[in-house]
Nanobody, 117 residues
Framework: QVQVVESGGGSMQPGGSLRLSCTAS????????MGWYRQAPGKQRELVEG???????NYADSVKGRFTISRDNAKNTVYLQKNSLTSEDTAVYYC???????????WGQGTQVTVSS
């Protein structure tokens, strides 16, 4: 059974940094697009940023210049480095694992990130 597990969430003051990790097991990781989504209270889930198997990245305008996504195929892990955090970044962050050619899609359970003073 495929498992997608996020870690690294927590509470942070504005201006701080945090790194999220997502590890997916029992898949051919290098064939999958990896995406970080977030859902704030009362809002729809949105794509924060993603990275293809080839390393191409895309970012939401709200995080450009502040967040950086990367992946380590040898460790089946994708990372999200978050800098210059603001209260607007408070949300549950979800990892999405999506096969780039087949209709296969997995979600993690989510990790809470809270930014407040």
């Amino acid at each position: 059974q495929v498992q997608v597990v996020e870690s690294g969430g927590g509470s942070m003051q504005p201006g701080g940094s945090l790194r999220l990790s997502c590890t997916a097991s029992r898949i051919s990781f290098s064939l999958y697009f990896m995406g970080w989504y977030r859902q704030a209270p009362g809002k729809q889930r949105e794509l924060v940023e993603g990275i293809t198997s080839g390393g191409t990245t895309n970012y939401a305008d709200s995080v450009k210049g502040r967040f950086t996504i990367s992946r380590d195929n040898a460790k089946n892990t994708v990372y999200l480095q978050k800098n210059s955090l603001t209260s607007e970044d408070t949300a549950v962050y979800y990892c999405n694992v999506r096969h780039e050619q087949l209709d296969i899609n997995y979600w993690g359970q989510g990790t809470q990130v809270t930014v407040s003073s």
